[in-house]
């Protein structure tokens, strides 16, 4: 065989070879060599795994050269003009809404960055399910935002592409694509037969074919057209497809592929149409198949009901039943593959969609013909695609992947309106939803629960609640938002009424049954279900339709939908047997058919001009209509009355997304809008009558006091009758389908929202609900919602309040807004939680006060309406009708008589309401104003309808039937009518009735009967007035007559009256002098005086019945038994006031003791004063420190045996050790090229020192020459409060015992000071004894220097004595080891044996001097401003002082290396010193100062005298000027050098030339000189820098600045431990005024006098030989090396404050880089990326992959860079947070938008920029470690972050 031969062979020959042949014009021969290797090659008996096959395809195709060459130049001739870049998942990419036509349209971040999108509303998105670049198409974007590469059109000039470089593509992909084909039938296991599918094995191992499938679409357009040719060419599938005749393998392999075609359930039509319609094996066909159904042969087919038991719990299901809508049979006989394409395309179905393979099917989409191809292989198989869905475990990842593929391909308009008109998408796409939904159906239990015939979806089941149709639903959406397709289906009457029945399957889902028993065991969340059911399945449908109904031309299409919408209506109503009445206590939220015939309505008479009674049913259908929506608003309330209180909080939340935001344009505006429709249309009695009928009020409308309710708990009656005047006031007063344009809608909405609470933009945009099409954002109305908000709103930035908590930039109404906008019924409507109202109204009464427009409780107040469309005049007439205003008439008469349940929101309702009808007048009523008649209205209350004339109508008698035992109740027959009272005899005539059910049920009979006859005329049957009463209850009413004589006027002035307490509160003349202007704002009396004066300037009658009533007008009389009530209501209100008084004394005391704590809380003065001093025997005893206990109160001196202790917190920090020279903070790198070298910070330079020092000196001495803890020093704080520390223990045990969740550990020892609740770890005991104000202590003393220096000695010698075992000294040891445990080890272990004493001696002083340190860093890094600082308070020092000075008593400092000897003798034999066999001590010119210091001060016996302290910083401030003056002659040049050491030499003998710093400059230069070692080194260095000459006076600045950092430390140990004030200074000063508070200078001074640093000198023993015995140790140094000692011997002590990284302004520049940036540890791009704002390191949070011993990075990050303090920049999500040593907290983000909002979690994707402050206070918060106290949540991290 020749193929063996080749395949041994070299593969780039071979191709070369093949190649050529190929070429030639006979190439038969090539042809067959090729096709037997690759037959060879290209088996699929091979283990897929294998890659020989695919290193021979590459070999193949590049014809014998590299692949990648050939690659490179294939790739220059793509002639591609798009982008086409396909992301997955999680992918950051862009959207800009001023380019994109289509609202799917989206950028690669490269093709964003290089398009200029400046001023353009972008924003940068996180891909959920993938997506394409569309740069470059024209059909999705605008031109103007192409990226320049896709801008220029390059396809157009690039050369055509020579033959033979593709040719071997040609013949060797088609074989490749067979290949894995075949893999892909072989691997492909039916889900029925194998328990576990291995499908992600066989896609694993194909993993690298289909990759490189990948990388040749990557070639572009060249080689894509090949691809493509080969994938849609039938002829070579029809060759391939089925194998060789004699190739067994490839049968048995063709045979799975057809086995799996049969099984997925779509069988072919000849097949079905043989047989009936049975559904196959998996339940499957269904709906599929009805479009099938009427084959040849059987056109009555689809007629048949299929009937199909699903086997689910449910029972019998039915299947719809489809009108013969057999569009095209091929719908079912399609899957027949004819290309590769298609059968590509069935396999990636198969396997649940691997990313892979759509990876590399979108890929090609920049192809035209491929495009165009793919999509209608995609139609063609999108029945299977959503029965392979339903069926999926996976069903997430897979609607993903659908979503990811179709939306490339819906979007496009062209591309959509070619498959709709050739392969059926819209009939498809209704079919398979259908069909998808039938697989969920269950019997509807609404209103007729045995008989009814109607099936709903059952929310419960898994396609609705994981919205597994989701996919299926948002491609018809995008479809639906093409005018051509969406007019399609306009027009397709068929396909309407198939989409309505699929509607009705949503009628009526999740009802709801009151519970009247029992609370509901199982509160089921199926609701979440239903309501995004009925938003995205039938909502976002309608919305995409209605948008194309806009204009007069698309009339037609609204009628047909308003059409059907009425017929399915229509079967709905038979279809549940609804009669008139709705079932009781029942409610469903879901009435899509209402909705969608509301929104068509609304749309016909707003956009279209149609008549809205042309589109109206009969008068019966309507009011069947209104009845479920009213229903719902009656359940509203009743949810809100806590009716529904039994069935668990999800009705709650039922009734909140029924209203919310996202919700309320498709649910309870349509719902509103439409009882808005029915009641201008129905009769207004029925109509309200019907209202109070089901809001279960009726029963409470009665002129008698007391009455029996049948429904409602009588603290049910109050809420549902406000619900029910509430609801009436909405429906007349709202416009929003009613008449207002968009531009009002958007304002009215924006008003409501801005009213309840002041918003972020984000916020509002996503409260304002959008306008119809989901996906486009746009804000309806030609106004933009950024005017309308600048128009009604003022900005407020964001503002940062001292507690730390920080703001939100938000907008807040404008005051005219408030003044004239302010509308409290649309609040009402728009409330979620009914506190927002509260709220609006609160805020309100806030702007009336502030701008002293309205003093007391304001009313909501009236606002005027815009006016109506004529089409809706009718619903004025509900304002009018007699109903109304005997309700009306009712409720002011029991308001003014204070019956029970009657409240102010009662009565502001039915003011508005009464208000609303004289500002709406009937305008046909031709009506005099002269009283009409008697004889024709004798049985009515009122003489006609109009609100007018019905005002001032007396009213004389009422016959009520009352409670046997109502006050009402006469016991002897009235006079007047003695007899014919109780037997009703004439007393008809001015006694009036009235019930309402009996009105209604009239009204109701007379529409239904049509009977237009005088049956208004007819007189009430009597049986009316009877009430109804519950079986069971003995009926005890009696029927009674009341004398009113009032009318509606005359009770409104009465109220009048009642509201202001006064008598004859409105003189008779009072409407002449009337200033209307003050009516708009105010409380009821305001509401009343409006409407008289509306309505006498409405009508001259009422003006004068107005003068009249208030001529004459009298207290009210309620009926006879008049004294008690009267007196009850005036007790009422005297109790009330009473109470109020109290209630104000209490809070009056409450507020003064408050005050008094915090005054007392905050001025804790800082505890030194209240520092202990001991002070030995003898001295007399002064009165000692008290200290006052926060948890026992008792308040006394600390003692041994009951020490008090200091609540403090102790925490490991780094701060000084990020210190570095530079004032300036580094920069964070934003590029590969920039860096961060911490070498320059002083821990580092710290650790270098120690480290060279204990190569060559003693251990024990390095480790008291230097301070260690710049890194991982403790640090102690305090809130200042004290407490017994027995006290303390007590506490923790009941903390310990305490379950509640704290954000602490009790175990840890952490606890919050029980009384200002700031966190804390440890009690730091003070020492018994008294103040510091001892004044011997204090004394300066005139003894001589010498002598104080011996004195000083013999103190060291003392040994410390042990303290007696005590509490106290129990207590001390155990704080020692608190400090110990609050750092880690490393950071205390620095000695070359850890644990030696030597080692601990170290930490102990380190504590002290960090904390003097960070106190300097905290007081700005000098002590100019003198005084307690802020840090001060939180000081304490002194306590800490002692506890240390007391563990250090422990070790005494062996007298022959005490460092004080050589301090202050010269020592006298030199020779002595050779007895050291081991090394040599550090030198004093290497020693750190400073902890000198606080060595000496801790070791010496405390309290130490104040004139001991001077002296030893005497002593030692001569060392620091020495070495300065080393330190300074380092940085000379050789000659300046020479120069200084002979001028200095020359002063030598002057008087006073020891204190001269030229003399002793020179003696240390020429002492130095000798070993020339020092001052070699540098020679070449020095000679750069030093340009400048250096003279005195620079020296002196050197000199000062080098001595300060001392003097600071010294002075400010000073105030801790002598009370010493620090004056504040000059920064020019500062080193004068310290030596003369630390008495080194006399304060006699002038300040003329420039100070000499020389000057404060004072020398024990002669100055010149003590520098040379300095010296001498240094030059003494024989083996270190010149370098080393010059290291050692320059210390600068400056550093600059502490800082974090400079961030740039820009977040973008931050996450473009570090986003995709991999980490240096594990090298992958990690999930959560984050970064160290201190170091800048670069970390993953939470990554598995950086774990150590189970620690995640971020927590080791913070371990090692901040000794447990982290502050992490969270790169995808710009928030920071902070991590202290076991809790973390989200600290909040320091980049805001244009809008000052954060922007967690990049959910927006607006720019964001700096916030300067906020990073000004993370920083601060950093500096002065107080992120425990300011932040509030902090949680555990269990070392997961």
Request: charged share 20%; proline share 5%; with cysteine.
């Amino acid at each position: 065989m020749m193929a063996a031969s080749l395949l041994r062979r070299d593969k780039k020959a071979t191709a070369a070879r093949l190649m050529a042949d190929l070429n030639r014009t006979d190439n038969s021969s090539g042809v067959r060599q090729l096709q037997e290797l690759l037959d060879a090659v290209l088996n699929p008996e091979k283990p897929a795994a294998d890659t020989e096959a695919l290193e021979w395809c590459k070999c193949l195709v590049a014809g014998g050269d590299g692949f990648e060459e050939f690659r490179a130049t294939v790739r220059s001739y793509d002639n591609a003009t798009l982008c086409g870049l396909v992301w997955t998942a999680n992918f950051v990419a862009y959207r800009c809404r001023t380019c994109g036509i289509s609202p799917c349209m989206s950028l690669c971040a490269e093709c964003f960055n290089n398009g200029d999108h400046t001023g353009h509303d972008f924003n940068m998105f996180r891909s959920q399910a993938g997506g394409a670049c569309d740069c470059g198409d024209g059909n999705v974007m605008r031109e103007s935002g192409f990226c320049r590469r896709h801008r220029l059109r390059t396809g157009e000039n690039v050369p055509s592409i020579p033959r033979d470089l593709l040719m071997m593509s040609e013949m060797v992909l088609p074989r490749f694509i067979l290949c894995i084909i075949q893999y892909l039938r072989d691997g492909y296991v039916e889900p029925d037969t194998s328990t576990e599918r291995d499908l992600q094995k066989v896609l694993q191992q194909l993993e690298p074919q289909i990759s490189f499938l990948e990388e040749l679409t990557k070639m572009g357009g060249a080689m894509r057209t090949v691809l493509t040719k080969i994938l849609t060419n039938q002829q070579t599938f029809k060759e391939l497809s089925m194998g060789q005749e004699e190739n067994l393998y490839a049968k048995k392999n063709y045979d799975k592929y057809l086995s799996a075609l049969k099984n997925s359930g779509l069988v072919s039509v000849d097949e079905k149409a043989q047989g009936d319609v049975t559904v196959g094996a998996e339940g499957g066909a269904g709906a599929m198949a009805l479009l099938g159904t009427t084959g040849p042969g059987s056109p009555d087919e689809s007629s048949k009901e299929d009937d199909q038991d699903g086997g689910q719990s449910v029972g019998q299901r039915k299947r719809v039943k489809l009108s013969s809508s057999t569009k095209d049979p091929c719908i079912i006989e399609s899957l027949k593959h004819k290309c590769f394409l298609e059968e590509l395309l069935f396999w990636t179905i198969k396997y649940e969609f691997p990313q892979k393979m759509v990876t590399f099917l979108l890929n090609m989409l920049p192809d035209q013909d491929y495009k165009i191809t793919f999509t209608k292989t995609f139609v063609q198989h999108y029945a299977f695609i959503m029965k392979t869905l339903m069926k999926s475990h996976e069903s997430d990842t897979m609607s993903n992947r659908i979503v990811h593929i179709s939306v490339q391909l819906f979007s496009n308009e062209e591309l959509a309106r070619h498959v709709t008109e050739e392969c059926q998408l819209l009939d498809i796409m209704v079919t398979v939803l259908l069909y998808m939904m039938e697989s969920c159906l269950i019997k509807s239990e609404l209103q007729d629960e045995e008989n009814s015939r109607h099936v709903v979806v059952n929310c419960s089941e898994a396609l609705l609640k994981n919205n597994t149709y989701w996919p299926l639903v948002s491609d018809f959406i995008n479809i639906l938002s093409h005018q051509s397709v969406a007019k399609k289906f306009l027009e397709d009457h068929s396909l309407l009424m198939l989409w309505m029945s699929f509607v009705s399957f949503f009628q009526g889902m999740n009802l709801n049954k009151r519970e009247l028993n029992e609370h509901v065991e199982f509160e089921s969340q199926t609701y979440y279900a239903a309501f995004a059911a009925e938003l995205e399945a039938c909502a976002q449908p309608m919305w995409g339709l209605l948008t194309h109904c806009k204009v007069k031309e698309t009339q037609e299409y609204t009628k047909t939908v308003v059409r059907y919408c009425l017929e399915t209506l229509q079967i709905w109503f038979d279809a549940i047997g609804f009669v008139d009445e709705p079932a009781p206590n029942q409610v469903t939220f879901h009435l899509p058919l209402h909705r969608y015939y509301a929104m068509f309505l609304s749309k016909a008479v707003k956009c279209q001009g149609l008549d809205l009674d042309s589109l109206l049913p009969d008068q019966e259908m309507l009011m069947k209509i209104m009845v479920h929506p009213l229903q719902i608003q009656a359940c509203l309330s009743e949810i809100h009355s806590n009716m529904w209180v039994r069935n668990g909080l999800q009705i709650k939340g039922q009734a909140m997304t029924y209203v919310q935001s996202h919700f309320c344009n498709s649910m309870i505006d349509p719902d509103i809008y439409l009882l808005q429709v029915c009641a201008s249309r129905l009769d207004p009695d029925y109509f309200i009558s019907s209202v109070f009928e089901r809001f279960k009020v009726v029963d409470l409308l009665t002129m008698a006091s007391q009455h029996q309710n049948a429904v409602l708990d009588s603290e049910q009656e109050r809420p549902m009758l406000e619900g029910a005047l509430t609801f009436l006031v909405i429906l007349t007063s709202l416009r929003i389908h009613l008449g207002m344009t968009d531009d009002e809608i958007l304002r009215a909405e924006m008003v409501s929202q801005l009213c309840m609470n002041d918003r972020t933009h984000s916020a509002l945009l996503d409260l304002i609900p959008e306008n119809p099409n989901p996906k486009s954002g746009i804000v309806p109305g030609s106004c933009s919602f950024e005017d309308m908000l600048s128009a009604v709103a003022d900005f407020k930035a964001p503002v940062f309040e001292p507690g730390g908590s920080m703001q939100q930039g938000m907008y807040t109404p404008k005051a005219e807004v408030w003044e004239k906008e302010f509308d409290p019924i649309m609040v009402v409507l728009r409330t979620v939680y009914r506190r927002d109202v509260q709220s609006a109204m609160d805020r309100y009464s806030a702007f009336l006060k502030q701008f002293g427009i309205h003093t007391g409780n304001p009313w909501p107040p009236y606002k005027e309406r815009t006016p109506l469309h004529p089409c809706y005049k009718g619903l004025i007439r509900l304002l009018h009708c007699k109903t109304l205003h005997i309700v009306i008439f009712t409720l002011l008469y029991k308001i003014w008589m204070d019956h029970p349940n009657m409240s102010e929101h009662v009565l502001c309702m039915v003011l508005y309401l009464i208000e609303l009808g004289l500002d709406n007048q009937v305008q046909d009523n031709k009506e005099d104003e002269e009283p009409c008649i008697e004889e024709h209205c004798h049985d009515s209350w009122f003489p006609g309808t109009n609100l007018l004339s019905n005002l001032h109508h007396v009213i004389n008698f009422v016959r009520v039937r009352v409670p046997e035992t109502a006050p009402e109740v006469k016991r002897e027959a009235p006079p007047s009518t003695s007899t014919e009272a109780s037997s009703y005899g004439q007393n008809l005539r001015e006694a009036q009735v009235f019930s309402l059910v009996a009105e209604r049920r009239r009204k109701f009979q007379e529409i239904i009967n049509r009977s237009s006859t005088e049956a208004a005329q007819v007189v009430r049957p009597k049986s009316s007035s009877t009430r109804w009463v519950p079986p069971g209850t003995p009926p005890q009413l009696v029927t009674e007559i009341l004398e009113i004589r009032e009318s509606m006027l005359s009770l409104l002035i009465k109220l009048h009256q009642k509201l202001s307490s006064k008598h004859n509160s409105l003189s008779a003349s009072w409407l002449e002098d009337m200033d209307t202007s003050r009516h708009a704002h105010g409380d009821g009396i305001t509401a009343i005086e409006r409407i008289l004066t509306k309505a006498a300037t409405r009508s001259c009658q009422i003006k004068r019945s107005i003068q009249d009533i208030c001529g004459k007008v009298c207290p009210p009389v309620p009926p006879k038994k008049n004294s008690p009530t009267d007196k009850k209501a005036m007790d009422k209100e005297e109790r009330r006031l009473r109470a109020r008084e109290r209630q104000q004394k209490l809070l009056a005391e409450f507020a003064s003791r408050q005050k008094s704590f915090m005054e007392t809380a905050m001025d804790v003065e800082s505890p030194d004063t209240e520092a202990a001093m001991d002070l030995g025997a003898s001295e007399m005893m002064e009165s000692e420190v008290l200290y006052d206990c926060v948890i026992c109160g008792q308040s006394g001196p600390s003692t041994e045996d009951r020490p008090t202790g200091l609540v403090v917190l102790l925490q490991a920090s780094s701060v000084l050790g990020h210190r570095s020279k530079n004032k300036e903070p580094k920069n964070l790198p934003t590029s590969d090229e920039e860096h961060i070298y911490p070498a320059d910070t002083c821990g580092v330079a710290h650790d270098v020192r120690l480290t060279l020092m204990q190569q060559f000196f003693k251990d024990s001495s390095c480790l008291q020459s230097v301070s260690i803890g710049w890194d991982g020093g403790v640090y102690v704080q305090t809130c200042g409060h004290t407490l017994h520390i027995d006290c303390h223990k007590s506490y923790m045990e009941s903390l310990r015992n305490d379950q509640v969740l704290q954000g602490f550990s009790v175990d840890k020892g952490e606890f919050t000071c029980p009384l200002c609740r700031q966190f804390a770890n440890s009690v730091l005991p003070c020492r018994p004894g008294r103040g510091t104000e001892a004044g011997a202590w204090h004394t300066h003393t005139n003894k001589k220097a010498c002598l104080l220096v011996k004195e000083v000695e013999d103190l060291q010698e003392k040994l410390g004595l042990f303290p007696t075992e005590s509490n106290l000294s129990k207590e001390m040891e155990l704080v020692i080891k608190d400090i110990k445990n609050t750092t880690q080890k490393k950071y205390m272990d620095y000695g070359k044996n850890p644990g030696s004493p030597d080692n601990d001696f170290l930490f102990m002083y380190s504590v002290a001097r960090t904390n003097l340190e960070l106190e300097l860093v905290h007081r700005g890094g000098n002590l100019c401003s003198g005084g307690a600082s802020a840090a001060a308070k939180r000081s304490c020092l002194n306590q800490l002082f002692h506890v240390l000075a007391m563990h250090m008593r422990l070790y005494s400092i062996d007298s022959a290396y005490n460092p004080w000897t050589k301090l202050t003798q010269v020592a006298q034999n030199k020779e002595a010193d050779g007895f050291d066999e081991e090394r040599p001590e550090v030198p004093m010119l290497f020693r750190d100062v400073p902890s000198l210091l606080i060595i000496f001060v801790l070791t010496m016996p405390q309290p130490l005298r104040k004139e001991h302290f001077t002296c030893v910083v005497r002593m030692l401030y001569n060392l620091q000027f020495t070495q300065a003056l080393t330190a300074l002659s380092t940085r000379f040049s050789s000659e300046e050098r020479q120069a200084w050491s002979n001028s200095g030499a020359l002063k030598k003998n002057a008087a006073n030339s020891e204190k001269s710093f030229e003399t002793l400059l020179s003696h240390v230069i020429s002492e130095l000189s000798q070993d020339k070692s020092v001052y070699k080194v540098n020679i070449e260095e020095t000679t750069m820098l030093s340009s400048s000459v250096w003279s005195p006076q620079s020296i002196e600045f050197s000199l000062q600045q080098f001595c300060l950092p001392f003097l600071r430390l010294s002075c400010l140990l000073q105030h801790h431990l002598y009370g010493d004030n620090l004056t504040g200074c000059l920064a020019e000063e500062e080193f004068s005024s310290l030596a003369v508070c630390l008495g080194l200078q006399p304060s006699a001074l002038q300040p003329s006098n420039t100070v000499h640093s020389a000057s404060c000198l004072e020398w024990p023993v002669g100055a010149f030989d003590l520098v040379t015995q300095w010296c001498a140790e240094v030059t003494g140094l024989s083996q270190l090396h010149a370098e080393q000692s010059l290291t050692l011997l320059v210390q600068d002590p400056q550093w600059a404050a502490p800082r974090l990284l400079q961030l740039p302004d820009n977040y973008n520049i931050i996450f473009q880089y570090y986003h995709r940036k991999a980490c240096t540890a594990c090298k992958k791009v990690p999930k959560d990326p984050a970064l160290c704002l201190v170091c800048g390191a670069f970390v993953c949070l939470k990554g598995v992959c950086c774990k150590q011993q189970g620690i995640c990075e971020c927590v080791l990050h913070s371990q090692h860079c901040g000794a447990a303090t982290g502050i992490f920049l969270l790169i995808n999500a710009s928030v920071i947070i902070i991590i202290r040593g076991h809790r973390f907290c989200l600290w909040g983000s320091v980049y805001l938008d244009a809008h000052g909002e954060e922007d967690r979690d990049l959910r927006r994707g607006k720019p964001l920029f700096l916030c300067e402050e906020r990073y000004r206070v993370l920083e601060q918060q950093w500096v002065s470690h107080t992120f425990d106290h300011i932040n509030k949540r902090w949680g555990p991290h269990y070392n997961g972050l």
